[in-house]
């Protein structure tokens, strides 16, 4: 039997000759054990209070939760290596989060096994001598963009860096001289490159980094006449926490670096197959290891076991914050209407203004029939604007509804 990718790079990482469900939870028990009897020895942890030691990896949901207020308002209590092993810090606010923001470390081993597994992962989709269009941001060395592009060029394909943010003429020019084969970025962005310039020689796509409307996947399947490659990461994950593999049936856990959990509304540990928050332990970690982070993401562990054979569990692809996105509401039912390029949000108190960017004709009020459901006690304003390739897409990264002062 062909051994997945993601089984291979675990395998290869941690020294194993197999990777069954007993294999991996004891290498997971063992990181668990090791992080820790580390704690205890820091002169300060925020986890110094916890145990030294765990009988059975199931004994985890006796620990404490870690919150996003905790990570905001005590960064370096959780940071375990010397500031000088600090390879590259990420402070920013995440989607459906205000206040303080909190700072993620990592050091260049995080980085690297990041990297290791992006290219488990694009190596299902693309091959030597591929090219690959990158629509996501590049924020300098060590960034999303960049770690992509590198684990491109380790597969020995050619990575363009596009970035988030560019015109449509640019993104049409691209594909017509360049050719890529493969798109790797967010889901409505590549929707929207799809209706806007057509898929030129775009074979297959790799989506991640926001969620992702079932009209948005049902749209860009149809016109690359292929399934789309769904991924799903976070910072506290280093940026990487699942890819897919060639049957399509959700996304692998990088099982060696992160044990996942979904936990029901009184905190408690949910089975497989039933929908909850995910909560993330990240054993892998070397920089900032977290144990029971909380992250605010609605999802389910499959049960039922991948036709791929992999043993490593799954996350559903259907992955949304647990607070309710109206963007992501919005954007499911604007991206059904086949004219549509793009669209964005921008709420004053109860007025709502929403751009669309459309080609050939829209029906005005069919879209303000469809927006009426999702924001029922606010005033609509439409704002259509007919496709240019002078136009830049709406967002630059996750999409949200903008507030206004």
Known sequence: MTVSRID?????LEGLDSLGREEIEALQLQK???????????PYSFYSELPDHLDSISDLCKLQFTTYEDLSSHPGSFLISSQSEVERVLSDATSGTTGARKRVFYTAQDIRNTVELFKAGLGELIFEGSRTLICMPFSGPNGLGDLIAKAIEELGAVPLKIGSYVNYGELSRVLEHEKPDTFVGFPTNLLSLLRACGKGSLKRALISADACPASVSKAAEEILE???FPHYGSREMALGGAISCPVHKGMHLRENHVIAEIIGKNGEVLSPGEYGELVITTVGMQAMPLIRYRTGDRAVILKEPCPCGSKVLRLSTDITRLSENKAYLADNELFGFSSVTDCSYKMKGSDLSVDIIYKDCIDRSAVLSSLSCIFPDCNISLNLI???FSLFPLYRGK???LSEV
């Open 32 to 42: 668990l054990n090791s992080l820790l009897s580390r704690f205890k020895e820091l």
């Open 399 to 401: 999409r949200t509804v």
């Open 226 to 228: 292929t399934p789309l």
């Open 8 to 12: 291979e790079m675990i395998m290869r």
């Open 386 to 388: 007919p496709f240019s």
